[in-house]
């Protein structure tokens, strides 16, 4: 049987009013997707979470009871709405580890800001304003315990938009610094066959594979990363 994972993609936003109500916005490589409250809500469940369809079920099940908001479409109709718009990824595969390939090998990633005042301005808003107890928003002002390979991922990151598979070249190739657009193309594409299209087959059997693969599934759910698309 076929294991099927999902998570989201983009960064989420509220732009603009409609009847009081702010509007829901998912930013992907600069343009603007808005979407309807069932797909806000779906969303938003796969939103640094990396989720196979029965934890996505209940977890969906979970915040359609918190939220009161019932829909006639069903999730899974709402689930193909995202992927077809690409505000959501799938990867499947006969293994775990096949799915989660497929799933984050193209998908770009992109660091989440450390700014302090950014930090100071969520955490007022989420305790003062939502009302979520101090013990969970002190979080926000924990350092981040990560390994070195995470580590690596995320220098990398900051200076090039790269692909899970881009960041498994590169490790494979124990490059750490992508000064120029050229040195980029240089480490990631001089050889006569590999393509943006077919890079994540080329580095599939790379022994940095499934660290790099782990490392960025990890950075995910502890909110370091989101994903992106070009």
Known sequence: MMKKLYTAVGRFERR???????CPIVVINQKEYAMDLQEMLLWTVLNWRIL????????????EC??????????????????QRGLAAEGSGETG?????RLLANLYVVPVSENLPL????????????????????????????????NKVLLLSRQ??????????CMELQVAMLPTEQSLMDTLYADAYT???????MVRGCKSCRTVLISVANLCLRRQIIFERI
């Open 195 to 201: 393509t943006s299209d077919n890079i994540a087959d």
């Open 66 to 83: 918190e939220s009161g908001f019932l829909s006639h479409r069903t999730m899974t109709d709402c689930l193909h709405r995202l992927l």
């Open 52 to 63: 196979d369809a029965d934890d996505l079920g209940e977890l969906y099940r979970v915040k």
């Open 16 to 22: 603009g009013k409609i009847g009081g109500m702010s």
């Open 119 to 150: 930090r100071v301005l969520s955490f007022v808003r989420l305790t003062v304003f939502h009302g979520v107890p101090f013990a969970a928003t002190k979080k926000l002002f924990l350092p981040d315990k990560r390994t070195d390979e995470e």
């Open 97 to 101: 580890e096949e799915a989660l390939y």
């Open 160 to 169: 090039a938009l790269l692909s899970t598979a881009e960041l498994i070249k």
